[in-house]
């Protein structure tokens, strides 16, 4: 068996939340939350294998191994009553299968700039063009690549600073667990039928200027979810939780209080 090293954030006390942050980012796009959210809840933020300051492991990637970390946390901490899970783009995908394997464990689903659909066949192809590119030419790439699509037009004009710490966020993420989040998420399951299936309280926050995932993917998840919610976020791209935190600190605290 390999050994698990995972780095995680663990602040405040009350009803459990557990964020799950996106590609390829670390659990150091939720510092607003942790900050915000602690007075009322015990906030709960992974460092996904590969990602911030967990070191890259050798198994086979999956998002399911990854809600599997999630779970494995939470043992750890003898968290063992029913848990609010957030996850955001790739965490929403973590936040489904960790819904799908482990429906004992989730009180709530928060569902940030995400989708339940799996990749398109383009999609796959991206993906494996993606790896090759991080295998051959490092993290910078990727990087330069990527972040200037993630935010709204006016979050890099007006919120240079929230811009620069994404890209510092996303430095930290090692190539090689770069690569298996990749693989993983160009492997992973469609997720569309299991939404009716949860009929647990679900917040769905999106972006209305994501150009990485449309809303109208948040549009048909809400739609199948019996207790979906949907927050469209104004002036916000694929990160609404640093480029409008305090919106969605306060949909996300109020949807908490709510459960
Ligand atoms: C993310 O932000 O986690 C990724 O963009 C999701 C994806 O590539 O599907």
């Known amino acids: ?26 659990s150091t796009m939720w510092e ?17 294998p590969g990602f911030g300051n967990s070191p890259p492991s050798t198994r086979v990637p999956s998002i399911q191994a990854y809600a599997e970390d999630c779970v494995a946390l939470l043992d750890a901490l003898d968290i063992l009553e029913p848990v609010v899970v957030g996850g955001l783009s790739m965490g929403g995908y973590v936040a489904l299968a960790f819904a799908r394997h482990f ?7 928060l569902l940030a700039s995400t989708r339940a659909s799996s990749d398109s066949v383009e999609g796959k192809s991206g993906r494996d063009q993606a790896i090759a590119n991080v295998q051959a030419q490092g993290i910078e790439a990727l990087v330069n690549s990527m972040h200037p699509k993630l935010l709204a037009p006016g979050t890099y004009a007006k919120q240079p600073r929230t811009a620069e710490r994404l890209k510092e966020i996303m430095l930290s993420t090692d190539p090689d667990g770069a690569a298996a989040a990749l693989t993983a998420m160009r492997d992973r399951p469609d997720s569309t039928d299991l939404l009716s299936e949860l009929d647990i309280p679900a917040l769905v926050i999106h972006g209305e200027q994501d150009g990485v995932i449309p809303i109208h993917e948040a549009e048909q998840m809400v ?31 109020a949807f908490l209080a709510r459960i």
């Open 223 to 253: 739609a199948r979810l019996p207790q979906g919610q949907l927050v469209r976020t104004a002036h916000a791209g694929h990160l609404p939780n640093m480029e409008q935190p305090a919106v969605f600190n306060q949909e996300l605290g």
């Open 32 to 48: 607003n939350q942790l900050r915000h959210l602690a007075p009322s809840a015990r906030v709960l933020a992974l460092d996904l």
């Open 103 to 109: 429906p004992e464990r989730l009180a709530g689903i």
């Open 1 to 26: 068996m390999t050994e698990l090293v995972l780095h995680f954030e663990d602040v405040g006390r009350g009803k459990p939340l557990l964020l799950v942050h996106g590609f390829p980012f670390s």
